[in-house]
């Protein structure tokens, strides 16, 4: 009877996969869903798809099936873009059918919908241009904000100064100076860097970038419906979302408390005035719980992508110490050691302009980009994408092209120069994404990470402390995100 029983079982998991391979069969080719390999029944292509490692995966991928294919995360399938024609053509040549944010269940989960990152249509589309609006008037992309991030660097120096040259990890100071910028603007102050709350949301911030691009992270993407009712690490991610979403909420009450309706002081007073000029419409997108989801998003994401690039940065800079010597030569020469660094600056320093978009083109900090989706059914190439479905455009396919940049996988600021040393813009430069979801603060990040590494490196030589050569610059973490290994360095005074 256990041997029938069991052949009973293996025949019905074979039936099951036939079936499957006969849909997915009948569902992909010419004038259907894009090729890729064949999925099996709930678990997809998880057996193909290396989650430690998923941009490489798709990499491998690409190379049977072309510049767009499909590959199913679970049961669900997903419609890759590989390579900087189709990513180009897809979110800019037809960016109002590719803008809408796809399927990403740890984001869907956290923020209902609500906010700014993961939300989508008219709702989405309001609180976006609210929000960029608001950050404009408060000086974002203006003299204003760059004044902001210079005295931030006077509070970061100091706390370097404080190692003494000894052995340090740059996490949570280089997290607390970039949290600091955003949170004048959000929040209307700035935190001192021992302040333990602030310390505390530092944590939650690196906790769930890590948890996220984790083995448990990834699994949750693939299987939300199975992994919502089951214990494991995948739920410590959303208490990580809840205790930030509780800083952004006590900030929130207290706003209100203090209200001037005819003084906004920054980003939650206008809401609070926009949420009131709309009191009386019952479907306005402007509500309490659409203004805490809307500050943690920028409060989030205007901290932990950019104080992640830096870091990554000056690993990058310790691991190639001659580079270093030549930005520091460059800062020299044309900012001198009696003022900081300024935007006006970059023009005339090329090879530290260089350095700073090298660092972000090899890190690739999201290689996949944040989800998308088409909002109907959409003809691409010679394929059909049903409406609904999340589409992959793969930045890191883009940004690690061999014809733009010769020998990708070498960290080389001279991708971004000319031969008679000026600076190179490329349009396959694109770490931020592009078209309509490209990132809303893309000036601030950039502002932020030239004004911080060029100032860190003016005031300070970094020295690793083990040799440059045994530094691991290769991501510890890669799924939608790249997480750099941890390090210590040590900065010596200048």
């Known amino acids: 009877m256990a041997i029938l029983g069991a052949a009973t079982v293996v025949l019905l998991v074979c039936i099951a996969c036939l079936l499957s391979f006969a849909s997915w069969r009948a569902r992909s080719g010419k004038g259907k869903m894009p090729p890729g390999p064949a999925p099996f029944p709930i678990l997809g292509n998880m057996l193909q798809v290396k989650t430690k490692n998923l941009a490489k995966t798709l990499q491998k991928l690409s190379q049977e099936y072309g510049s767009v294919f499909t590959v199913h995360l679970g049961s669900n399938p997903v419609v890759v873009l590989y390579g900087h024609d189709v990513v180009k053509e897809a979110l800019v040549d037809r960016a109002d059918e590719f803008a809408a944010r796809g399927h990403m269940p740890i984001g869907d989960r956290a923020n209902n919908g609500l906010g700014i990152v993961f ?7 309001q609180v976006r241009r609210f929000s960029l609006s608001v ?175 830096v870091r990554y940065g000056l690993l990058l800079l310790l691991k190639y110490p001659e580079i270093q010597e030549k930005v520091q030569e460059e800062i020299d020469r044309v900012v001198g050691r009696a003022r900081k660094p300024c935007v006006a600056d970059r023009i005339q320093m090329p090879y530290t302009d260089a350095v700073v978009h090298e660092i972000q083109r090899f890190i690739t900090l999201l290689p996949m980009s944040l989800p998308h989706t ?88 970094l020295k690793p402390v083990v040799n440059p050569e045994e530094l691991n610059v290769t991501p510890v973490l890669s799924g939608t995100g790249n997480v750099p290994p941890p390090f210590q360095l040590c900065a010596l005074p200048r």
């Open 135 to 309: 950050l404009r008037n408060f000086g974002m992309g203006k003299r204003g904000i760059e004044e902001r991030i210079q005295e931030e660097t006077e509070y970061l120096l100091e706390e370097i100064n404080k190692t003494k040259g000894t052995p340090f990890d740059p996490i949570f100071m280089l997290g607390c100076a970039v949290a600091n910028v955003i949170c004048v603007t959000v929040f209307g102050k700035r935190y001192d860097y021992k302040d333990k709350k602030f310390l505390a949301l530092m944590h939650n911030m690196n906790n769930i970038f890590e948890m996220t691009n984790s083995h448990w992270g990834q699994l949750y993407q693939m299987f939300p419906k199975i992994l919502n009712y089951l214990p494991g690490p995948h739920n410590k991610i959303f208490a990580e979302f809840d205790g930030l979403k509780a800083f952004v909420s006590e900030e929130v009450k207290m706003h209100q408390a203090s209200l001037d309706p005819s003084s906004p002081r920054d980003f939650i007073d206008c809401f609070l005035n926009k949420m009131q000029e709309e009191k009386e419409h019952p479907n306005s997108v402007f509500h309490m719980e659409n203004l805490i989801t809307s500050g943690f998003d920028l409060f989030f994401a205007g901290t932990e992508t950019t104080s992640t690039t």
């Open 119 to 125: 939300s989508n249509n008219k709702e989405w589309l």
């Open 374 to 461: 088409v909002i109907r059914d959409t003809c691409f190439r010679e394929y059909v994408i049903p409406k609904g479905t999340t589409i992959f455009p793969i930045l890191s396919s883009v940004l690690y092209d061999s014809k733009e940049f010769p020998n990708p996988n070498e960290f080389n600021p001279g991708h971004f120069l000319s031969e008679n040393g000026t600076f190179k813009k490329s349009e396959f430069f694109i770490p931020f994404s592009a078209g309509k979801r490209i990132c809303l603060g893309e000036g601030l990040a950039r502002m932020e990470i030239f004004l911080l590494l060029s100032t860190i490196l003016q005031n300070f030589t």
